[in-house]
C-alpha cells in the first residue's frame, strides 16, 4: 500500500526532468507548439508523449496536475498542466492540440 508520505510530488518530477533532458517546456499557442519558445513550431502530429505522471491532492484541488513527457524528432521537453477545476482554460488552443498528440508511451521509463 502506498501513501502520500511515500508519493512523488509534481514538483519533485520537475526538478529531476533536467538531468533526464526533458528540461525544455512545451508552449502551445495558436500557430502550433515550441519547446521554451524557440522559434522551431511543431504540430501535433510531430510530438509524441512517451509518459504521462497525474497528481491528485489529497486535500488541495490545487495540487491535481499531469505532467506529459513528449518527443520530437530533435527535442524533447515537458508539458505540465493542472487538471480539473484548474485546467488551462485561458489557453484556447491547449485542448485541441494535446488530443492529437500521438501517445507512444516507453515501457520501463521512469524518472
Not at 3 to 16: E, F, G
Not at 78 to 105: C, H, M
Request: aromatic letters at 12%; zero cysteines; a negative charge.
Amino acid at each position: 500500500m502506498s501513501t502520500s508520505k511515500s508519493m512523488t510530488t509534481y514538483s519533485q518530477v520537475l526538478n529531476l526532468l533536467p538531468a533526464k533532458g526533458y528540461g525544455k517546456e512545451l508552449n502551445i499557442k495558436r500557430a502550433g507548439a515550441s519547446f521554451d519558445d524557440s522559434s522551431v513550431i511543431y504540430t501535433p502530429e510531430q510530438l509524441k508523449i512517451i509518459k504521462v505522471y497525474r497528481f491528485e491532492g489529497e486535500s488541495d484541488p490545487a495540487d491535481m496536475a499531469v505532467i506529459y513527457l513528449l518527443h520530437s524528432d530533435s527535442e524533447k521537453g515537458f508539458l505540465l498542466n493542472a487538471y480539473g477545476t484548474y485546467s488551462d482554460e485561458d489557453n484556447q488552443y491547449y485542448d485541441e492540440f494535446i488530443k492529437r498528440v500521438p501517445i507512444d508511451e516507453i515501457e520501463g521509463f521512469d524518472i
